[in-house]
């Protein structure tokens, strides 16, 4: 076994993806141009839906744009990825330029996958879905998820001018979701060193630039710091893979289409209560980035000083659904996590995290993950 001085084992492995990343406020409006250039593409798709449709507008006057696709709804309906490949083929596009939050990506991708179409992609959230290689798609309630290096952007444009529009309670959910990238990726499958560092830097960028975001939705250097965050939270989630917090959300998102990225923030601290007293090193990480002496209570301070989302039940889950969800999220819990999930475990989990209650840490004998 290979260790380091500090005793941190450095036997791993990971995998890099190719990415152009400019970041910066304003290089949506100077870069984007350019950007598309570079590719040598010359008929540009753009997608873009809801609130980012005017911005997209502006954004794209100069571009060589042979078509717009404006149908983007949550979770990526099939229906909606045939009808902007139909829109790709018929408008000959050589490039996608995709301008919003997760589900527009995810609309961009979904066309990349089957085409080959590189995406230049522009996100208006912190949801991350632009630096990941992983694709969703859902059919009649049944989300399917894969990683193919075609779906992921060959350029991202992070721009913190395009998320002062974001509402205060999208803003909290959304760089939430973030937050849970990072936090989950401390004990992922593939967890390795790389996407560990990425990850405690990333929860410390997101946590120090909540507050200050959450009282001035303006303030664009604090909004800078969240999307840098949610660049460091993707690209550490799709180098480590999905924890156990991942496969619980997928789980709930996918049987009862709750909100993604509220669902994220009301979960998380009930999966760091359960996973963090059997794996003290992940919790220490989280405990020195969020400047706390605990991890579970560093968590739970941000949250109050927020007005994070807390309860399933808010969300519009079912109390008569807690059931089959327990049983369907210990059938996708990774057997990799650091702590064994049973289904007395997932019961009395969600149970908390549907009622709002807050999260207790419960003590273990399970052995201790070192990743
Ligand atoms: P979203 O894209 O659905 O956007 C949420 C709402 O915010 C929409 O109404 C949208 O119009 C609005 N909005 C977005 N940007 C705005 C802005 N700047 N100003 C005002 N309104 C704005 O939500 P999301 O949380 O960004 O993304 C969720 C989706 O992304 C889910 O489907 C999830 O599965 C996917 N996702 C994928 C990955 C991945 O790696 N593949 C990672 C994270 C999330």
Redesign the pocket.
């Known amino acids: 076994m290979t260790t380091s001085s500090s005793g941190r084992i450095l036997d791993f492995q990971y995998q890099a993806y190719a990415q152009r990343v400019i970041f910066g406020a304003g290089c949506a409006r100077s870069d984007l141009a350019n950007e598309v250039k570079l590719l040598e593409c010359s008929r540009v798709l753009v997608v873009a839906?809801?609130?980012?449709l005017a911005?997209a507008s502006e954004l794209t006057t100069e571009l060589p744009v042979v078509g717009m696709f404006s149908g983007?709804r949550?979770?990526?309906p099939v229906t909606v990825a045939d009808a902007v490949r139909a829109l790709a083929a018929e408008s000959e596009a050589d490039v996608v330029v995709s301008i919003?939050?997760?589900?527009?990506?995810?609309t961009a991708?979904a066309l990349a996958l089957s085409s080959g179409l590189p995406i230049v992609a522009v996100?208006?959230?912190?949801?991350?879905?632009e630096?990941?290689p992983?694709?969703?798609l859902t059919d009649e309630q049944r989300?399917t998820?894969g990683v193919d290096v075609r779906v992921l952007p060959r350029t991202v444009l992070y721009d913190p001018e395009?998320?002062?529009?974001?509402?205060m309670d999208?803003t909290v959910?959304?760089a939430l979701?973030a937050m849970a990238?990072c936090i989950d990726a401390l004990w992922a499958p593939k967890a390795n060193p790389i996407s560990s560092a990425l990850a405690v830097a990333g929860i410390r960028a997101l946590g120090s630039a909540l507050p200050p975001v959450s009282r001035d939705g303006s303030d664009l250097a604090a909004r800078a710091d969240l999307l840098y965050g949610a660049y460091l939270a993707?690209v550490s989630?799709?180098s480590a893979g999905s924890g156990l917090h991942h496969k619980i959300c997928h789980v709930l998102?996918g049987a009862y289409g709750l909100p993604?990225?509220p669902m994220h923030a009301v979960v998380l601290p009930h999966v760091l209560a359960f996973n963090s007293p059997a794996a003290a090193w992940a919790a220490t990480e989280v405990a020195e980035a969020l400047g706390a002496e605990d991890a579970l209570e560093g968590l739970l301070a941000l949250y109050a000083s927020i007005a994070a989302p807390r309860s399933l039940r808010d969300l519009g889950l079912a109390q008569a659904d807690l059931a089959e969800a327990a049983a369907l999220v210990v059938e996708a819990a990774p057997p990799s996590n650091p702590r064994p999930f049973d289904l007395a475990d997932a019961e009395q989990l969600l149970h908390h995290a549907w009622a709002g209650d807050r999260p207790q840490a419960q003590p273990t004998t399970a052995p201790e993950a070192t990743a």
């Open positions: 839906g809801g609130a980012e911005v983007v949550p979770h990526v919003g939050g997760g589900s527009t990506t995810g991708k996100p208006t959230t912190y949801a991350g879905s630096a990941t992983v694709w969703g989300k998820t395009l998320t002062t529009s974001l509402p999208l959910a959304s979701n990238h993707a989630f799709g998102g993604h990225a």
